[in-house]
Structures are given as structure tokens and as C-alpha cells.
């Protein structure tokens, strides 16, 4: 099927049209309330430009959970820790999980996520293009924290399937979704960069279950400059709505470096967005019409109509696997970054152009159903990825590399961007992580950061927590 895109020429605005939002309703602001020290030694060494324990794509690194906050992490000697706080508190607890990181490689992060339906925290951890480690805790601590003490008692043994499941020898990217009734879902990769697909697999309580893959590698995607056949799908993050809906943004990343300009650069290209009503089953693209059934032999694929919401080759190193989130109205909002094409038409080193030109762009669904852009005015000077959260008035804030904070109002239709928090004094060493399920519990951004170091010498990790609007 030929492919089109759904980018009406009114999106390539840099102004947004004015929202709705009740005149009564503050614009967006970050007060900071405090910081706390995760580890005052945590294993530093840099790889793929980024920190193992500050990485975008994990789902989640920090998170909260009725009164108490999470934070996991590997430390100097390498073991794999969780550590918890009451919601407020100075100091954290720590337990190691039976597991050390196994190789100086980024990816292998740490991803946590909670079963609502049986009260257990889960992790997964350790994996790129292999195998992983999965350790979960007993049933109920996450119930009762005030009451059940933090000991490595309270978590099982590391293994190496999903309580005997088995997906493949080839694990990436681990996310933990809570559906709407309380089980866990687990997205991850299968295979490798540039020749992969994204896949499924669903916790009930009882036992996990394999969905299967979603997302296809094949089809032909050709550029001005060539053609590739093979690709993977890089999700920006997979999020259920207040509503059940389940949301994806993504951009594609080419196998065949024949797609760009020149050698140096990267094949990502274009920003697409798929979604599902039965709990990641079957994607629609934006019109609403199924592209993929999870499992299924008919997969998202390259050459699927409808799924491009922002177009862009592969000539302006464009990130993978930045950023998004939902708003209370159900809509989608994302971060995505590149080099705009007022600084030439053709990257040729997409870490360099990206420190020296790279700029960050908020996607976003509006009320009329249109797609929106606006380019926010802070250069990134990183190579590296921002984080996107909403506060419970619809402001956006956008936390860039080195834990800087710029913020829209929704009254502004996000036309609005401005530097709200200049990172001074963390001296963090580049990409952050956000605790997006803090936010509506107590009106607090939490961001994980680690101090800059160089070499293998180990530096501090903390949380900062800035106070939203009220």
C-alpha cells in the first residue's frame, strides 16, 4: 500500500492555535522543594552517549505507588538495587536483588512496573539484544509499605523467563504498562536495531502470558536517496489514557544507510502514531482504521497508510525513543528532536549536528482532531533525549538534557515555550529520568539524575522534586 501521511499543512506552524483552558488556571511553573542522594557511588560509564542508570526508554527507573516512590538503579560494585521512600522523606531504603550488571553497555537498564491486581512490583533489567533478568516481589508489598518491611526477603530470585515464559533470546527495551483493570503489561523488542518489531506480553496476577508481536520489519521505504527493506519500529512510550485507550508514538529506523545523505548521520525517520481500544489486541492509525493485530500475521508496518503524523527523512538525526503522554482529555502529546533544516538539509555526525543545532519539538493531538507542532526555544546542546509530562491543568513541561525545565501553558495552545528551571548547580550529565506517575498523585515532578564524572569513576545519583502549580 502506497504510503501517506496525515499531516495537514497547518501543523508545520510554529504557533499553536489558543486553547480552552478556564482563564483561572496557572500557567506552568516548577518550584524546588529539595533533593536526596540515591547513591552517593553509583556506577558511571558512558555508552551509546548515555548513562545505564539515566536512560529514556525506561519504563520506569522512578515511580510512586499509594504514598511511597520507587527508584532503581545498579551501583560501583555493580548490583542491581531498589530502593523506596515515603512520599516526602530525605533518606531511602535499599535492597539489592540477587542480580549484577553484567556489561558497560546503556541499554541495560532497570524498568519497573506494579500489578494493581496482585500488589507486586516487578523488574526487568540487564538485556540488549539478549537475554534479560526478571525479579518480582510478594504479593501485597506494594499494599501495605508501611507495614511490610524492605528486605530482600520480600523479592524472588532472579530468573531468566517471565515465570517460565520464555519470549526471545533476542530481549530489548523493557516497559511495564498497568492496564486500566490492574494487570501488567510488558512491551519489548525483539531482535535488533534496524531489523526488529515490538511485542506484547500480559500479566493477569496468576501467570504471564505472550500476545506476541505487533509491529513488522519488512516492506520497502525509499528515500531520495535509496531504498532499505528491513527496519524497526522505536517507540517514543506506550501509555493508557484515563479513558483505556492505549497510545504510541514512534519513528522507523532504517537497516540500509542508503536512505541518508550521508554516512555519520542516523535512519530514523518520520514521526508516526498508532492506538487500541482492546488493550493493545488490535492498532488503528489515526483515522481509526486497523493496521496490526498483535499476534496476528497483518502487522504495523512501514507501509501502512494513515500512520505518519510529522513527516522528516532521514537526513536531520532524528531521536528514537524521546518521549509522550497523555493529557486529561485523552489526547496525545510528544517530544521529538532533530536538526531543523535551517541548519542544512544533510547531518553528517547526528552526535555533533545534535549537540551543535539539535532542537526539541512538542507534537501534539489538539481539540479539532488537528496535529500541531511547536518548536520549543531552547537549543539542546546534548546529542541526548527530553522527557515530556503534563500537570493536572494540561501544562506542558519539557525536561531537557542536564535537567533543565521549559514549560507551555494549554491557555497558550503551548505557543508559549519558556525556560522555567536552568538545570544550575546538578551538574547532571546529560539525559534524565522523570517519574511520570508522581505528578497526579501529589503535584510533584521527581527527576533522577546523575552527576557528571569521566572515565569508569562512579558519581552521585539523585532525585530532584520541583512543585508543580497547585
Known amino acids: 500500500m502506497r504510503r501517506r501521511t496525515v499531516l495537514a499543512t497547518a501543523l508545520l506552524a510554529a504557533v499553536a492555535t489558543p486553547g480552552t483552558a478556564r482563564a483561572a488556571d496557572p500557567g506552568p511553573s516548577v518550584t524546588l522543594t529539595g533533593t536526596t542522594t540515591l547513591d552517593s557511588q553509583a556506577i558511571f560509564f558512558v555508552s551509546y552517549d548515555g548513562l545505564v542508570n539515566n536512560n529514556s526508554f525506561q519504563k520506569n527507573g522512578l515511580l510512586t505507588y499509594k504514598g511511597y ?39 541495560n537498564v532497570i524498568s519497573m512496573g506494579v500489578s494493581r491486581v496482585d500488589g507486586r512490583l516487578h523488574l526487568n533489567m540487564d538485556s540488549h539484544s539478549d537475554g534479560f533478568t526478571y525479579v518480582k516481589s510478594v504479593a501485597g508489598l506494594m499494599d501495605n509499605p508501611a507495614g511490610l518491611s524492605w528486605t530482600a526477603a520480600r523479592f524472588g530470585a532472579p530468573q531468566s523467563t517471565l515465570d517460565g515464559l520464555a519470549l526471545t533470546s533476542q530481549f530489548t527495551y523493557p516497559q511495564f504498562i498497568a492496564t486500566p483493570e490492574g494487570r501488567l503489561q510488558l512491551s519489548y523488542r525483539v531482535a535488533v536495531s534496524g531489523n526488529g518489531r515490538n511485542a506484547l506480553a500480559e500479566y493477569d496476577g496468576t501467570k504471564w502470558t505472550a500476545l506476541g508481536e505487533w509491529t513488522s520489519s519488512t516492506g520497502t521505504y525509499t528515500s531520495e536517496h535509496g531504498s532499505s527493506t528491513a527496519r524497526n519500529m ?3 512510550g506506550i501509555d493508557y489514557d484515563r479513558g483505556g485507550r492505549l497510545h504510541s508514538f514512534f519513528t522507523w529506523r532504517e537497516q540500509n544507510g542508503a536512505v541518508m545523505c550521508a554516512g555519520g548521520g542516523i535512519t530514523n525517520h518520520d514521526t508516526g502514531y498508532v492506538w487500541s481500544d482492546d488493550r493493545g489486541r488490535t492498532w488503528r492509525n489515526d483515522a481509526g482504521t486497523v493496521v496490526g ?35 486529561s482529555a485523552g489526547r496525545p502529546h510528544a517530544i521529538i528532536s532533530y536538526v531543523p533544516g535551517r ?22 493531538k489538539n481539540a479539532s482532531g488537528s496535529w500541531q507542532k511547536t518548536e520549543i526555544p531552547v537549543p539542546l546542546k546534548s546529542s541526548q533525549r527530553t522527557k515530556l509530562a503534563l500537570d493536572k491543568y494540561d501544562n506542558a513541561y519539557a525536561i531537557l538534557p542536564f535537567g533543565r525545565i521549559a514549560g507551555a501553558s494549554k ?15 546538578l551538574n547532571a550529565f546529560g539525559e534524565v529520568v522523570i517519574d511520570e506517575t508522581r505528578i497526579a498523585q501529589d503535584n510533584v515532578l521527581s527527576v533522577m ?15 530532584v522534586d520541583f512543585r508543580l502549580p497547585g
Open 411 to 425: 491557555a497558550s495552545g503551548y505557543s508559549d515555550w519558556t525556560l522555567l528551571y536552568d538545570g544550575a548547580g
Open 343 to 364: 541548519f542544512g538539509q544533510c547531518t553528517t555526525n547526528y552526535v555533533a549536528d545534535r549537540t551543535a543545532n539539535g532542537r526539541a519539538f512538542h507534537v501534539r
Open 449 to 463: 539524575y546523575q552527576v557528571k564524572s569521566s572515565g569508569t569513576t562512579p558519581s552521585a545519583l539523585r532525585v
Open 69 to 107: 516512590q520507587y527508584a532503581v538503579w545498579y551501583t560501583a560494585d555493580r548490583n542491581a538495587v531498589v530502593g523506596r521512600r515515603a512520599l516526602g522523606a530525605s533518606t531511602w531504603s535499599t535492597v539489592k536483588v540477587g542480580h549484577t550488571l553484567r556489561y558497560n553497555d546503556s541499554h
Open 293 to 327: 493485530t498483535t499476534g496476528g500475521s497483518d502487522r504495523v508496518s512501514v507501509t501502512d497508510a494513515g500512520l505518519v503524523v510529522d513527516p522528516l527523512n532521514a537526513d536531520h538525526s532524528l531521536m528514537n525513543q524521546e518521549s509522550q503522554f497523555t493529557d
Open 234 to 236: 522505536y517507540l517514543h
